[in-house]
């Protein structure tokens, strides 16, 4: 071989390689193309799913901090209260317990007016104070110490201080001047602003504490309130709304019954918010139409009865103490809702007017209905209270049944498929999320499904399918370069290395096109899977949907019951009393 052939020769052969390196260089970078496509694909879904988890640690998180804040702050707002009001205790304590004494004779006379002076002291500008010293000077008949202790009393409270003495005359049986502070009382509020107190005479009249006279009076009274206030429709609506948002409160928690339909239907949302209102009926049944009915059986002992309601009424925090108890009202509500703010704040506006110091007469019975324990209210004059509420009730529920079942969707769609598309053969296969109906056969539904994946399954597929032609095409272009360059120098040399060019190359190709037909076997099966997945998806919808509407109708069938029975409380009478009419004797059978 000459000089000029090996130089040929070897000319061929680095030819040679380099075709090879080139060929395995392309081939690396087309796999190196799809790994980066892969990570690029598996890093934004782990990104999405962090991102996700980090949002509900965030909110975990928010939700515990604010839960232990509210529970210090609990414990802070009554440390504050003790040490700021908790000297009124005291004074609280002693004042029904002073009556007590005198009825059994187990306290003398000195050692109650040394003890009403202490408090006295101690609570220089609380009214009950200076009542309590009256209530000393009584039995000793000091008429000029009573005189000045009940006008300081009335100067500081003149609306408790009415209350206290009616009650107290009452207690002793002495109807007519216990009728005269009963009317002083009525004749100076303004049913626009009552006090706190004023739910004193709701309990009065549920207990019939002041007998027929009494009775007459109170009924007479806050009858004509009634009607005045009735005539101000912004005083009406404000009572039908806090009753709507009672009503409200009544519906039951988010469903977690049908996983199928509420991850499918964009319609869901409003399923289950209409099925939680349909709920709401049977609720409000549950907790009103089970309030107990007056007791009949009363305390044949006037005193026992009067008591009751004297502890009520000095247990009455004062004004001044309202807004420490308002902010613990918040506190135990967020502690109640586990850390959630936004709920606790809703739970609170709903008997925010418990905490005002002055309501109007129709807001006093909302309040006594809805939140009977935030002004000291008994079980009887609960149920009063929420049959006087009637009419505002039934309006609030007939909107309320109106709005929900106005809400109820008249078509109800599928949205099946995953819009982030499906992994399939190192690829992102982005079937579009199918639509749907259920206004239309739930056999048509699935055989549309079906052609949907269908339709798009073997297009996809075949994306997946190796290229022959053109690596084919570039073989077969080598393979004659390389016969025809080197086939003049020498011709057994260029059929050598054109073989061997074109079987190396021809294993690469095979080895391409093996790898991508079972990827496109295993692509073909994982699509058929999600399609049967689908499938799956709208029959379980479809049951789904069946049960919701059978729950549903139950529910909302309920909504005739809960109308009947506000229609009901019209007949709510208050309980008469055995005592009615009847005064205190004393052990000698004379009147005290």
Same mark, same amino acid.
């Given at each position: 071989?000459?000089?000029?052939?090996?130089?040929?020769?070897?000319?061929?052969?680095?030819?040679?390689?380099?075709?090879?390196?080139?060929?395995?260089?392309?081939?690396?970078?087309?796999?190196?193309?799809?790994?980066?496509?892969?990570?690029?694909? $598996?890093?934004?879904?782990?990104?999405?799913?962090?991102?996700?988890?980090?949002?509900?640690?965030?909110?975990?998180?928010?939700?515990?901090?604010?839960?232990?804040?509210?529970?210090?702050?609990?414990?802070?707002? *009554? *440390?504050?209260?003790?040490?700021?009001?908790?000297?009124?205790?005291?004074?609280?304590?002693?004042?029904?317990?002073?009556?007590?004494?005198?009825?059994?004779?187990?306290?003398?006379?000195?050692?109650?007016?040394? %003890? &009403?002076?202490?408090?006295? %002291?101690?609570?220089?500008?609380?009214?009950?104070?200076?009542?309590?010293?009256?209530?000393?000077?009584?039995?000793?008949?000091?008429?000029?110490?009573?005189?000045?202790?009940?006008?300081?009393?009335?100067?500081?409270?003149?609306?408790?201080? &009415?209350?206290?003495? !009616?009650?107290?005359?009452?207690? $002793?049986?002495?109807?007519?001047?216990?009728?005269?502070?009963?009317?002083?009382?009525?004749?100076?509020?303004?049913?626009?602003?009552?006090?706190?107190?004023?739910?004193?005479?709701?309990?009065?009249?549920? $207990?019939?504490?002041?007998?027929?006279?009494?009775?007459?009076?109170?009924?007479?009274?806050?009858?004509?309130?009634?009607?005045?206030?009735?005539?101000?429709?912004? !005083?009406?609506?404000?009572?039908?709304?806090?009753?709507?948002?009672?009503?409200?409160?009544?519906?039951? =928690?988010? +469903?977690?019954?049908?996983?199928?339909?509420?991850?499918?239907? #964009?319609?869901?949302?409003?399923?289950?918010?209409?099925?939680?209102?349909?709920? !709401?009926?049977?609720?409000?049944?549950?907790?009103?139409?089970?309030?107990?009915?007056?007791?009949?059986?009363?305390?044949?002992?006037?005193?026992?009865?009067?008591?009751?309601?004297?502890?009520?009424?000095?247990? *009455?925090?004062?004004?001044?103490?309202?807004?420490?108890?308002?902010?613990?009202?918040?506190?135990?509500?967020?502690?109640?809702?586990?850390?959630?703010?936004?709920?606790?704040?809703?739970?609170?506006?709903?008997?925010?007017?418990?905490?005002?110091?002055?309501?109007?007469?129709?807001?006093? $019975?909302?309040?006594?209905?809805?939140?009977?324990?935030?002004?000291?209210?008994?079980?009887?004059?609960?149920?009063?209270?929420?049959?006087?509420?009637? #009419?505002?009730?039934?309006?609030?529920?007939?909107?309320? +049944?109106?709005?929900?079942?106005?809400?109820?969707?008249?078509?109800?769609?599928?949205?099946?498929?995953? #819009?982030?598309?499906?992994?399939?053969?190192?690829?992102?296969?982005?079937?579009?999320?199918?639509?749907?109906?259920?206004?239309?056969?739930?056999?048509?539904?699935?055989?549309?499904?079906?052609?949907?994946?269908?339709?798009?399954?073997?297009?996809?597929?075949?994306?997946?399918?190796? #290229?022959?032609?053109? =690596?084919?095409?570039?073989?077969?272009?080598?393979?004659? @370069?390389?016969?025809?360059?080197? +086939?003049?120098?020498?011709?057994?040399?260029?059929?050598?290395?054109?073989?061997?060019?074109?079987?190396?190359?021809?294993?690469?190709?095979?080895?391409?096109?093996?790898?991508?037909?079972?990827?496109?076997?295993?692509?073909?099966?994982?699509?058929?899977?999600?399609?049967?997945?689908?499938?799956?998806?709208?029959?379980?919808?479809?049951?789904?949907?069946?049960?919701?509407?059978?729950?549903?109708?139950?529910?909302?069938?309920?909504?005739?019951?809960?109308?009947?029975?506000?229609?009901?409380?019209?007949?709510?009478?208050? @309980?008469?009393?055995?005592?009615?009419?009847?005064?205190?004797?004393?052990?000698?059978?004379?009147?005290?």
């Amino acid at each position: 071989m000459t000089e000029v052939d090996r130089q040929l020769h070897n000319k061929v052969d680095q030819v040679g390689n380099r075709v090879l390196r080139l060929t395995e260089n392309l081939i690396a970078v087309s796999d190196q193309v799809s790994a980066v496509d892969t990570a690029q694909k $598996q890093t934004q879904d782990s990104l999405l799913a962090l991102v996700t988890e980090f949002r509900s640690f965030v909110r975990s998180a928010a939700l515990t901090a604010n839960l232990h804040s509210a529970e210090t702050q609990i414990l802070s707002v *009554e *440390e504050r209260l003790e040490r700021e009001y908790g000297h009124l205790k005291r004074v609280r304590r002693t004042a029904v317990g002073i009556l007590q004494a005198f009825d059994v004779g187990l306290a003398t006379q000195d050692t109650v007016q040394q %003890i &009403s002076e202490e408090l006295m %002291i101690e609570s220089p500008r609380y009214w009950l104070a200076p009542a309590l010293v009256a209530l000393a000077a009584w039995p000793r008949d000091d008429r000029a110490l009573c005189d000045k202790a009940v006008e300081e009393a009335f100067r500081r409270s003149p609306e408790r201080t &009415s209350l206290l003495f !009616a009650l107290i005359l009452r207690r $002793q049986g002495r109807a007519d001047g216990a009728v005269r502070w009963l009317r002083h009382y009525l004749r100076a509020q303004n049913p626009d602003a009552l006090g706190r107190e004023f739910a004193v005479i709701l309990e009065c009249i549920a $207990q019939g504490a002041f007998g027929p006279a009494g009775r007459d009076l109170m009924k007479t009274t806050l009858a004509g309130w009634r009607e005045t206030l009735m005539t101000d429709d912004e !005083a009406r609506q404000a009572q039908v709304r806090r009753w709507r948002a009672e009503i409200d409160g009544l519906r039951g =928690p988010a +469903s977690a019954q049908f996983p199928r339909l509420s991850r499918c239907s #964009p319609q869901w949302p409003v399923l289950d918010e209409v099925l939680r209102c349909a709920g !709401a009926h049977q609720a409000l049944l549950d907790t009103y139409a089970a309030l107990p009915e007056p007791d009949t059986r009363l305390s044949d002992r006037l005193e026992d009865t009067v008591d009751d309601i004297l502890d009520r009424l000095v247990g *009455e925090y004062d004004s001044e103490e309202l807004p420490y108890h308002r902010e613990l009202a918040l506190h135990r509500a967020v502690v109640a809702a586990g850390g959630d703010r936004d709920a606790a704040q809703r739970a609170t506006e709903v008997g925010a007017a418990s905490y005002e110091e002055r309501s109007d007469y129709l807001s006093v $019975q909302t309040t006594a209905a809805l939140d009977p324990a935030a002004i000291g209210a008994s079980a009887a004059t609960q149920r009063l209270s929420v049959a006087a509420c009637g #009419p505002w009730i039934a309006e609030a529920h007939a909107g309320f +049944s109106r709005d929900y079942r106005a809400k109820a969707p008249s078509e109800v769609e599928l949205h099946i498929g995953d #819009p982030a598309g499906v992994d399939a053969g190192g690829r992102k296969c982005r079937i579009p999320v199918w639509k749907g109906s259920f206004n239309t056969d739930v056999d048509a539904m699935e055989r549309s499904l079906v052609s949907h994946w269908e339709r798009r399954i073997e297009p996809f597929v075949q994306t997946l399918a190796y #290229p022959l032609r053109n =690596p084919l095409l570039l073989m077969a272009g080598v393979v004659v @370069a390389i016969l025809l360059v080197l +086939s003049g120098a020498s011709v057994g040399f260029a059929v050598l290395l054109a073989l061997f060019v074109g079987g190396v190359w021809g294993v690469v190709v095979y080895q391409r096109w093996d790898a991508a037909d079972t990827a496109q076997d295993d692509a073909r099966e994982l699509l058929h899977r999600h399609k049967r997945e689908a499938v799956d998806q709208l029959r379980g919808s479809a049951a789904e949907l069946a049960d919701w509407q059978q729950r549903y109708r139950a529910a909302d069938a309920v909504e005739g019951a809960a109308r009947t029975f506000i229609a009901s409380l019209a007949t709510t009478t208050p @309980a008469g009393a055995p005592f009615e009419g009847r005064v205190v004797t004393g052990s000698e059978g004379g009147t005290v």
